[in-house]
């Protein structure tokens, strides 16, 4: 079994920040990219940020220059700092990642999402 388990969710208010994480637990062997996604209800879920196991990382132009990912390979965690949040940032992120397990299985995992509200 393969668990993501994502954190650091909550309200804040126009222009402030939150680092959200996710950890991976369970029968892993490695991680391959990690990456974020948000869904606003209703609608559908969209990609925001990723990152591979070497580091690379790539944005969605509604990310650009305000948020920034990165890992922590050695606890299998992925962080999304957001800065300079707006409202139209509220959303319940999903983190996502491509593994293998330790039966050499090759799969992508989701999360269960942590709540983002920006009040204006």
Same mark, same amino acid.
């Given at each position: 079994?393969?668990?993501?388990? #994502?954190?650091?969710?909550?309200?804040?208010?126009?222009?402030?920040?939150? /680092?959200?994480?996710?950890?991976?637990?369970? /029968?892993?062997?490695?991680?391959?990219?990690? /990456?974020?996604?948000?869904?606003?209800?209703?609608? #559908?879920?969209?990609?925001?940020?990723?990152?591979?196991?070497?580091?690379?990382?790539?944005?969605?132009?509604?990310?650009?220059? /305000?948020?920034?990912?990165?890992?922590?390979?050695?606890?299998?965690?992925?962080?999304?700092?957001?800065?300079?949040?707006?409202? #139209?940032?509220?959303?319940?992120?999903?983190?996502?990642?491509?593994?293998?397990?330790?039966?050499?299985?090759?799969?992508?995992?989701?999360?269960?999402?942590?709540?983002?509200?920006?009040?204006?």
């Amino acid at each position: 079994q393969v668990q993501l388990v #994502e954190s650091g969710g909550g309200l804040v208010q126009s222009g402030g920040s939150l /680092r959200l994480s996710c950890a991976a637990s369970g /029968r892993i062997f490695s991680i391959n990219t990690m /990456r974020w996604y948000r869904q606003v209800h209703g609608k #559908e879920r969209d990609w925001v940020a990723s990152i591979t196991s070497s580091g690379s990382t790539n944005y969605a132009d509604s990310a650009k220059g /305000r948020f920034t990912i990165s890992r922590d390979n050695a606890k299998n965690t992925v962080y999304l700092q957001m800065n300079s949040l707006k409202p #139209e940032d509220t959303a319940v992120y999903y983190c996502n990642a491509d593994l293998i397990t330790i039966t050499g299985l090759v799969q992508s995992y989701w999360g269960k999402g942590t709540l983002v509200t920006v009040s204006s």
